[in-house]
C-alpha cells in the first residue's frame, strides 16, 4: 500500500509559481512511476505530468510544456512540480498518483495509476 500526501497548493496571480510537492510511503519508491493529474470544477481529471521511477523519463501535456517541471528525489519519497507562468485555466485540484513499474516506465492514462492523494487546490487569479 501506498499513501501519497500532496502540499503546496495555494491562491496565486498570473504569471507566478508554485511547487507543488507529493510525499509517499512505501518500501521501494524508485520503483514507483509518478503522476500529476488536476481537474478543474465541471471538468474531467486530465494528465499534467509524469516522471518514471529513476526519473530518467518524464512526459507532459501539452498545455504545461514548458511552464511546468516534473522532478524526484528518492531518496525523500518525494516527487515535485514546479510550475512556472501560471495561468488562470491552471486552477484546479492537483492531484498525485503512483504505481509500481517492473520497467523505468512514465504512464500518461489515470488508469495505469493504482494509488492516488487526496489533491491540493490551485487557484490563478487574472
Known amino acids: 500500500q501506498v499513501q501519497l500526501v500532496e502540499s503546496g497548493g495555494g491562491l496565486v496571480q498570473a504569471g507566478g509559481s508554485l511547487r507543488l510537492s507529493c510525499a509517499a510511503s512505501?518500501?521501494?519508491?524508485?520503483?514507483?512511476?509518478m503522476g500529476w493529474f488536476r481537474q478543474a470544477p465541471g471538468k474531467e481529471r486530465e494528465f499534467v505530468a509524469t516522471?518514471?521511477?529513476?526519473?530518467?523519463?518524464?512526459y507532459y501535456a501539452d498545455s504545461v510544456k514548458g511552464r511546468f517541471t516534473i522532478s524526484r528525489d528518492n531518496a525523500k519519497n518525494t516527487v515535485y512540480m514546479q510550475m512556472n507562468s501560471l495561468k488562470p485555466e491552471d486552477t484546479a485540484v492537483y492531484y498525485c498518483?503512483?504505481?509500481?513499474?517492473?520497467?523505468?516506465?512514465?504512464?500518461?492514462?489515470?488508469?495505469?495509476?493504482?494509488?492516488w492523494g487526496q489533491g491540493t487546490q490551485v487557484t490563478v487569479s487574472s
Open positions: 512505501g518500501r521501494i519508491f524508485s520503483r514507483l512511476t
Open positions: 498518483a503512483a504505481v509500481y513499474s517492473a520497467y523505468d516506465f512514465a504512464f500518461s492514462q489515470s488508469n495505469e495509476y493504482a494509488y
Open positions: 516522471i518514471s521511477g529513476s526519473g530518467h523519463r518524464s
